[in-house]
DNA sequence: TGCCGCAGTTGATCGAAATCAACTCTGGCC
DNA sequence: GGCCAGAGTTGATTTCGATCAACTGCGGCA
């Protein structure tokens, strides 16, 4: 499933969404050089696998188009998301400096371009070049902080109120009403917030009373002051 | 409430303990010794704050001796534990590469001493000394990858499973049975699940049936193999 | 010894979200 | 245009844990 894919090196409209991630526009030319020099590209359709958890640990990767998932499975086959990750995004960081495998299984949500690294590799430049590593610092640090977030707001809000809040941090800063375009099914969003697809249905029809409006994936809120009342 | 505490260069027990922390003790002569000229220690009685959510962050912290929570509050005031350390462990890695402020609050759970570091001060050390940078990196690796258990964990497994996870990972490997002590209170180790304290009681009654008996903080299990079936 | 105060437990009730099932809507495709 | 499959919604029911309240048990202390 997986060298079925092609693997390439990266074409120059895959090496700009590369340089343009926020992370790696922190690089400076010659990181960056190192980087594209030791990536692959990889493609991937909707529920292809990846990496299953507990597989040795390879490829650290950046996404580039659409997104993916990392989850994990309970006993009984129930699966709990832990982060979906879009354009631009990167995740196994974690695993430079840790065991051996992978902490989740990882999962193509639809069709995907990313960006892969050997972990080897890459381990190699980071300790050579100072601006690799703390590339690698700062997507840690802003994982974490990212996950303290979630594990929070699993903790003290109610359904309702998680979907207000990343409605909110999708809206663009001090405007009175926005209209957003999620960008993944509704049913990615509901694993993204950890909540069964029929509670978002739910918790949207609550916001209503709140002035959002749902076509579809387009979202229309009238007054943002009162989602973050919720 | 802070500086009124004795503010001391470290006596030699304190250093002791620092240096046998599990990742110090990845650290090299050097590197240990530079830690330790920027460290302070500082003690702290139950429910001090080191730190509020928003407050400019100015240190890094390990703990020595004690139990110290974070924790963020929801507006109404409910509390959310989002980590419990503990002697050895550090928290407030990922503020040397992010935002200026803390992102939750910082109390100490029972009578504490941290050893604390400038953030301006070990950035510095971290830029000039690769294993502290290294340190940096793992401990911050660490903290994601337990973090992620615990999203997963509160998003798959109910009160009971998650207690019995938690007293597994406080077993000795590879024993048929096993006598716990609780390192801290119960209310404490309720929030670090993401429990009530009544939940968790109950989480206790209900893992009697599996051969685990309370006594106080003592925790006796008679079959280790019944509880991870749990 | 008896009292106080607090941690923890137990019981009763409530509320939020999961689950299961039926139904609708949509977009792609012939 | 009509059909189909999958995404999403709605309703009914159940389950889990929060909450509130009353009670227990224990340690410290006069």
Redesign the interface.
């Known amino acids: 499933m997986d060298e079925m894919n092609k693997r390439l090196k990266m074409n120059s409209r895959e090496k700009n969404i590369l340089a343009g991630t926020p992370l790696m526009a922190a690089l400076g030319k010659p990181a960056l050089q190192h980087m594209t020099e030791i990536a692959t590209v990889v493609h991937f359709e909707a529920r292809d696998i990846l990496a299953r958890e507990g597989d040795p640990a390879e490829y650290f990767y950046c996404v580039l188009t659409g997104y993916v998932r990392l ?2 499975l ?1 006993r009984d086959g ?1 699966e ?4 979906i990750c879009g354009p631009g995004e990167t995740f196994g ?6 065991g051996p495998a992978y ?2 299984h990882i999962q193509a949500a639809e069709t995907v371009t990313v960006a892969r690294f050997e972990l080897s590799k890459l381990r190699k430049l980071a ?1 050579e070049d ?1 601006d690799i ?2 590339f ?3 997507s ?6 990212n ?6 707001n ?4 109610t359904a309702p109120q998680r979907l207000a809040h990343y409605l909110l941090t999708s809206c663009p800063q001090n405007s009175t009403s926005a209209s957003i375009r999620l960008p993944f099914q509704k049913s990615l969003l509901a694993g993204k917030l ?1 909540l069964a697809p029929e509670a978002l249905s739910r918790a949207f029809s609550s916001l209503k009373r709140a002035g959002v409006t749902v076509r579809g994936r387009l979202i229309l809120i009238n007054d943002v002051g009162a989602l973050r009342q919720i």
């Open positions: 989850f994990r309970s129930r709990a998301d832990i982060r960081e974690c695993l430079l400096y840790l902490r989740y300790d100072r590593a703390r690698i610092m700062q840690m640090a802003a994982h974490l902080v996950i303290m977030d979630c594990v929070a699993d903790r003290l809000q950890g």
